[in-house]
Structure formats: structure tokens, C-alpha cells
């Protein structure tokens, strides 16, 4: 999921930017890059509405794919 809708933006084990912040370790920090709380329901927000110049992923992404990405980048 994350390969396909996300890894041309985001380097998921680099802490370098690509066209929008690393998301190495984004559950660890205490805060997103925008500076809002990491939390699921943030990170979750984010990837269905957008935000700056990130394209909202709501006519994209399910449910399911969507709680399977959220696991993921709990792993990083």
C-alpha cells in the first residue's frame, strides 16, 4: 500500500525528504511535521483529506487498506 500510493512522496526508512516529509519513525515523534499531534486519528485525517500539497487518498483508499496502512507506518 504504501509502495504504491505513498513511497513517491515519503521515504518510509530515510530520514531525507522527498516531495513531502520522511515517515521513518512518524509514530515516534510526538508531533506530525505539520505540528499537529501524531496520533492515528491525525495521520488518518491526513491521508483521507490532504494537506498542502499532499492529494487527499479518501476515493483511493478503504477502509481496510487504509487501517493496513496506518499498521504499517506504525512499523517504521
Known amino acids: 500500500m504504501f509502495q504504491e500510493n505513498c513511497a513517491i512522496c515519503h521515504n518510509a526508512y530515510k530520514k531525507e ?4 516529509p520522511p ?4 509514530f515516534r515523534k510526538k508531533e ?3 505540528g499537529i499531534p501524531a ?3 491525525h495521520v488518518r485525517d491526513t491521508i483521507l483529506l490532504g494537506r498542502r500539497n499532499m492529494p487527499p ?3 483511493l483508499l478503504d477502509d481496510q487498506q487504509l487501517n493496513e496502512l496506518l ?6
Open 17 to 20: 525528504p522527498l516531495q513531502g
Open 23 to 26: 515517515m521513518v519513525g512518524v
Open 32 to 34: 506530525l511535521s505539520s
Open 39 to 41: 496520533t492515528d486519528q
Open 57 to 59: 487518498f479518501n476515493t
Open 71 to 76: 499498521a504499517y507506518l506504525h512499523t517504521l
